[in-house]
């Protein structure tokens, strides 16, 4: 069994442990899996990843008139673990697509930010959107492990490959820097 810590940030803060953003060019390696694994779980590796964002509002005589965001996919070394004598090289695969969905999430998040219209009502707009998106990314890796057995359904975790692949090529535009 592999589960999945999914770490949702408001804010964007100062971070006391280190992160890993979502890079194109960087797979996951098991050393990037620095927490120590719970002997007690039958989970074979987690993986904590999440979506970090933050926003800042420009008002003049209390109308606003500009907002940023800013997104970003992490993955936390420090609260990912896994047991070397149980996790090869599939259950590496499988913890990676955690992270891209995470990143196919983040992009989402933007695209729908992007969406957004200048009002009053933007910073309660991007919070339902912010609340929405990290539901939408829980139901989807609760889904993933799911239909694919935590990594051992060998043919499901191929057709999530390709979706997930898929979706991030359709929200490229949106991709972390």
């Known amino acids: 069994m592999i589960r ?68 970003h996919a992490h993955f936390y070394p420090e609260q990912s673990w896994y047991k070397p004598d149980r996790a090869g090289i599939h259950v590496l695969n499988h913890e990676q697509l955690h992270f891209d969905i995470t990143e196919l999430h983040a992009r989402k998040l933007r695209y729908e930010i992007n969406k957004l219209k200048i009002t009053n009502h933007v910073k309660s707009e991007l919070k339902t959107l912010q609340k929405t998106i990290n ?16 990594s051992r359904n060998i043919e499901a975790q191929a057709q999530w490959k390709a979706y997930i692949a898929q979706e991030l090529k359709k929200f490229s535009k949106y991709k972390s820097n």
């Open 4 to 71: 999945i810590l999914i770490v949702f940030c408001s804010f964007l803060l100062i971070q006391e442990e280190p992160v890993l953003s979502w890079s194109e060019s960087y797979k996951l390696s098991w050393t990037d899996f620095k927490g120590s694994p719970n002997l007690q779980d039958s989970a074979a590796a987690v993986t904590a990843s999440g979506i970090s964002f933050g926003y800042s509002i420009k008002q003049t005589n209390n109308e606003v008139t500009n907002f940023s965001t800013q997104v």
């Open 135 to 150: 539901l939408e990314l829980k139901n989807t890796q609760n889904k993933y492990d799911l239909e694919t057995n935590f």
